[in-house]
């Protein structure tokens, strides 16, 4: 009797804990295909690696034709990711909404008064793990390899 009522609180147990995703599907880490449109209605694209660094992200865009690098820092806030960066010498920032393997993002730099759009769609996994933090000069300008 005792142990058919043990068994049965333990099932009970089990009903009453959520469901706690795996590490896996939570990972917003690795690379990304971007494509947006800047502020002055031309299109761009390029790759986006992100970085986990603790309870902190770190990312950096590398835009196209001419690879320019925007190193950024960031946070997890449910199921967005906002971030901070700096480009052409004004702070801007970008929140995106996580949506499983595609993230939504509006952006902002100072000075301006509207938001724009970008898109973050993931990679397949057989390209390397992101290990490094963007390597930043003290002008706040990326540095190569």
């Keep these: 009797m005792k142990r058919r009522l043990l ?11 959520p469901h706690v995703p795996s590490a896996q599907a939570d990972d917003v880490a690795g ?3 971007v494509s ?39 946070l997890r806030a449910g199921s967005q990711l ?22 939504t993002g509006r952006w902002t730099v100072w000075g301006f008064q509207e938001t724009w759009g970008e898109v973050l769609t993931r990679m397949p996994a057989d390209r390397p793990t992101p ?3 963007p390597k930043v000069k ?8």
């Design 82 to 103: 906002v971030f901070s960066y700096v480009t052409q010498g004004r702070p801007g920032l970008i929140v995106y909404e996580i949506d499983g393997e595609t993230l």
């Design 36 to 74: 947006g449109q800047n502020s002055d209605g031309e299109i761009y694209a390029g790759t986006v690696e992100i970085v986990e660094t603790g309870k902190t992200l770190h990312i950096r865009w590398t835009l196209k034709p001419n690879d320019v690098q925007i190193v950024g820092v960031g």
């Design 138 to 145: 003290p002008s706040g300008r990326t540095q190569q390899g």
């Design 131 to 133: 290990t490094a933090k």
């Design 31 to 33: 690379y990304y295909q």
């Design 7 to 17: 068994l049965l609180c333990v099932c009970a147990l089990m009903l009453t804990v």
